[in-house]
């Protein structure tokens, strides 16, 4: 390993959180490489998560809106989902968007390193290529972003009949039927998509309910949602087995009311949570600190190794979202370079769940305000009171807000309905610059729009509200 390169930041992936902190180190002047062990730049998000996902869920959103044109007073006539075209155009977007990648890292002078990197002591990393020699770099600051991958139940493996999020975008048939274990985001994601692909789609979830980190109400309208779909939902639902077969897979699961039951079908899709891709980084050698797998750090993402940040997945006690680890990287790559940045608050970090009807959501759910003793208002306002939703014939759904009883600050607003996953963005600023529900009141929101149901939403809050 006698060759070295020297640079003042070395990033490990390039997911979100990674090329966004290479690329703004370079912007603020940094000599950068980013070191990265797939064949292609965007890490899990980009290649086998977030946009391959939500490309498919848009094919699935035109093809219902085929199904409703009579409603619309257009007459489609024969029409099918091509299901070779919608992969290749999936895997258009996903490309276009990783070779943009490559086009900024050029444009920036950021030198793209091919390989696996490992700790190999303070400022150094070890650089094994897919080919040739191995070699080491060396850094005057280093951040790991190397994301985190699909956990799989106690001894089953990815592959034939067993499903993680990498191998059901790549299927070369949509499946006739297909069991999801795991009703979190990624879960309910793919049921919504497959169901109107005309998969018939069973959801298990262990806990009470459906995507269990959003707010009750919520829960309880997807489910609902979901349920006039066609799609079978068991929550409180331990699996117990899972077999695959030559022609079917059988899922055995002791349901909520204890008595067992069993489930067959052509696939079976794992979504129970992600894992930290660390093993192998020989961090065990270095004064990080792990958790479990997971990195603990500080506000500004460093560890316990000086120079040493962690960022996006691989972070305890952070959301495991692509625009999380974006941020992480600002915070973590401003404080490398000396420039003024605050910690990142993650009460308000979106959530947002591309199903349909959408779910997103910031900030405190009611559950959640109760437990610290906060004596708030909730207002809610549904979509049947919306113009537009009704005018788009998505009048499904509702945004809540909770507000401080005492000075009207927005604690949380949850959201289910039409384009909820773009509403957020108004919800997330106004509480990062601790807009009041009065304020938002006093905003004039554009008409006919879907977003102004956040104006009904904080008149809501007072028992003022106009369209309802």
């Known amino acids: 390993m006698a060759d070295k390169r020297k640079f003042d930041l070395v990033v490990v992936g390039s997911g979100p959180g990674g090329y966004w902190a290479a690329i ?66 999936k895997d258009k977007i996903v490309n276009k968007h990783s070779k943009g990648i490559e086009f900024l890292f050029r444009k920036h002078k950021i030198e793209w390193i091919k390989g696996r990197a490992s700790w190999a002591g303070p400022g150094r990393l070890a650089v094994a290529p897919p080919e040739g ?17 699909a956990r799989l139940l106690p001894g089953l493996k990815a592959g034939g009949r067993v499903l993680t999020n990498v191998e059901i975008l790549s299927l070369k ?54 349920k006039k779909q066609k799609i079978a939902i068991h929550t409180g639902a331990r699996v117990e087995k899972v077999e695959p077969g030559p022609d079917k897979v ?25 894992k930290p891709v660390t093993e192998g980084l020989n961090l065990e050698a270095s004064r990080v600190q792990l958790e479990r797998g ?26 495991q979202l692509a625009h999380a680890a974006s941020m992480e990287g600002m915070v973590a790559v401003a404080h490398i370079a000396g420039r003024p940045i605050q910690p990142l608050d993650y009460r308000l970090c979106p959530n947002c769940t591309y199903c349909e009807p959408q779910v997103a959501s910031v900030g405190l ?46 604690l949380g607003v949850h959201m289910i309905g039409p384009l909820v996953t773009e509403l957020v963005s108004e919800a997330t600023l106004g509480m990062q610059l601790q807009v009041s529900a009065d304020e938002l009141m006093q905003t004039i929101h554009a008409h006919p729009t879907v977003y102004e149901a956040m104006l009904d939403a904080a008149n809501s809050v007072y028992g003022l509200t106009i369209n309802m």
């Open 133 to 149: 020699a191995a070699f080491e770099l060396e850094a005057k600051n280093i951040i790991l972003a190397t994301g985190s991958e």
């Open 250 to 274: 059988k899922v055995s699961f002791t349901a909520a009311d204890g008595k067992a039951q069993a489930l067959e079908a052509e696939q079976v899709l794992v979504a129970v949570g992600r």
């Open 365 to 410: 759910t009611e559950q959640a305000a109760r437990d610290r003793g906060l004596r708030y208002k909730a207002g809610k306002f549904s979509f049947a009171g919306n113009s537009k939703a009704t005018i788009l014939g998505q009048h499904e759904g509702f945004i809540k807000m909770l507000a401080d009883e005492k000075d009207g600050t927005i």
């Open 24 to 89: 703004r180190g370079a912007e603020y002047g940094l000599s950068v490489a980013v070191v990265e062990k797939d064949a292609r730049l965007g890490g899990t998000c980009l290649l086998v998560g977030c946009i391959p996902t939500k490309a498919l869920l848009h094919n699935a959103e035109v093809l219902d809106t085929f199904r409703r044109a009579q409603e619309f007073g257009i007459r489609a006539g024969e029409f099918s989902l091509d299901w070779p075209l919608a992969q290749s155009r």
């Open 294 to 319: 997971f990195l603990r750090t500080d506000g500004f993402m460093r560890t316990g190794e000086p120079g040493v940040y962690a960022i996006g997945d691989i972070v305890a006690g952070a959301p």
């Open 173 to 226: 048939d949509v499946p006739k039927s297909l069991v999801i274990i795991g009703a979190g985001a990624v879960g309910v994601e793919f049921a919504s998509m497959y169901v109107r692909f005309g998969t018939q789609v069973t959801l298990l979830e262990m806990l009470p309910r459906v995507l269990p980190v959003e707010d009750e109400e919520i829960s309880r309208e997807i489910e609902k949602a979901l």
